[in-house]
């Protein structure tokens, strides 16, 4: 049982910055793909962006394109979330998860059927 801890959300003012982090706090053996998805209330839970652990393979939703960057640090077992220049739309409470299927196609990678283990999330609010 692969566990994930999320970490870095808070309040910032739209334009600004902020830096998630998820920590994966057991074995991560078998950890194929990484991704941090959204939700806000009201609304279904959404693919921000999707990383394989074996090779650059990455895939983006089209609303946060050009504004956040998805990386990780192995030896530290963390799963970053870089999110620049953000908007009110933004708002939401970010979920980081983890998936053991292997070659994963790109188009799958924002899909949350493709994912086995999630975090316990972590709020971030943007204001105007």
């Known amino acids: 049982q692969v566990q994930l801890v999320e970490s870095g959300g808070g309040s910032v003012q739209a334009g600004g910055s902020l830096r998630l982090s998820c920590t994966a706090s057991t074995y991560t053996y078998g950890v194929y793909h990484m991704g941090w998805f959204r939700q806000s209330p009201g609304n279904e839970r959404e693919g921000v962006a999707g990383?394989?652990?074996?090779?650059?393979?990455?895939a983006y939703a089209k609303s946060v394109q050009g504004r956040f960057i998805i990386s990780r640090d192995s030896a530290k077992k963390t799963l970053y979330l870089q999110m620049d220049n953000v908007n009110p739309d933004d708002t939401a409470m970010y979920y980081c998860a983890a998936g053991s299927r292997r070659s994963l196609r790109q188009s799958e990678m924002l899909l949350e059927t493709s994912y086995n283990y999630w975090g316990q999330g972590t709020q971030v609010t943007v204001s105007p």
């Open positions: 990383t394989s652990i074996a090779d650059s393979l990455q």
